[in-house]
């Protein structure tokens, strides 16, 4: 695009932004975008737009407006302008809060949840993090209707009846601070999307990771459920021929006597309650009794 056009292009968008600047202003007074509109000189590609003599005045005594807090309280209050109500962003424990009851609270989700893995524990920190964020809203709230009826203290003075009063009270608040308790509720419906996404994500990591578990314990109980049938099979058959039962000649990690130890207990308790007992398990703790003797 030449020179020519864009200087062109620039002087129709300030026709009409002017054109809107002048049906939008109203009983001689004008808002920032008509001011803006009003005074916007197009630009060209070789000249940059000289401020006028009035206008560099005006920018100057808008920036004595705009160089912060000078009080130390003031400048305080404006380094914390960031925490706001605390809901979002880094910061999850305010200055006010009180560290030891946040590790209790967060303590007490982490019991709850009882992590296993690394990817678990950082879901459960994010959770409580979130919860410990949600319990602070509804104190948010209720600390915006108290600072109201501070800052309007003569709200329906007239009205005698003191329910009707608050009523009215608390449906005027609602409309004069009606952006700060939608930002309110904003952040809520936020926050609890997050921990319901947190949730479910933790409860299928926890339900994967406990289903992989008990496969992999049955996996150990099928193979000694066979190890056992196998040893059956060849202690049968070697009673059969006449041959003694060597468990370590067939590849077996128990001994004979551990074999016989087994089926004496199995065929007492098969007489009292014609139940089976756990082949490995009673040679592991006939295993530790040998050994603590």
Not at 16 to 27: P, W, Y
Not at 110 to 116: R, S
């Amino acid at each position: 695009m030449s020179n020519r056009a864009i200087r062109r292009a620039a002087e129709r968008k300030a026709a009409n932004l002017a054109a809107q600047a002048r049906t939008a202003s109203v009983g001689g007074e004008t808002s920032d975008f008509i001011a803006a509109a009003l005074d916007f000189i197009p630009p060209t590609a070789t000249e940059p737009r000289a401020l006028s003599d009035a206008r560099l005045a005006a920018n100057r005594a808008n920036a004595q407006h705009s160089t912060g807090p000078r009080t130390q309280t003031g400048q305080a209050k404006s380094s914390m302008n960031a925490l706001k109500t605390g809901l979002t962003g880094q910061t999850v424990l305010l200055p006010t809060e009180d560290a030891i009851v946040y590790q209790a609270f967060v303590e007490s989700i982490f019991d709850h949840w009882a992590p296993a893995t690394d990817q678990e524990n950082r879901l459960v920190q994010l959770i409580a993090d979130t919860e410990w964020r949600i319990h602070r809203i509804a104190p948010l709230e209720a600390g915006i209707f108290a600072v109201a009826r501070l800052e309007q203290p003569d709200l329906f003075c007239a009205e005698t009846d003191t329910r009707k009063r608050d009523a009215l009270v608390n449906a005027k608040i609602q409309l004069l601070y009606e952006k700060q308790l939608k930002n309110l509720a904003l952040q809520e419906r936020r926050l609890r999307n997050h921990h319901k996404t947190d949730t479910a994500q933790l409860e299928q990591l926890q339900q994967d990771r406990i289903e992989k578990q008990r496969s992999a314990e049955q996996a150990i109980v099928d193979e000694h459920t066979a190890a056992f049938n196998r040893a059956v099979k060849i202690a049968n058959n070697c009673l059969k021929f006449g041959t003694a039962f060597e468990p370590a000649a067939f590849g077996f990690e128990f001994s004979f006597d551990e074999y016989s130890h087994y089926w004496d207990l199995q065929n007492a308790q098969y007489k009292l309650t014609e139940e089976f007992l756990d082949f490995h398990q009673v040679i592991a703790s006939h295993r530790a009794t040998q050994n603590a003797a």
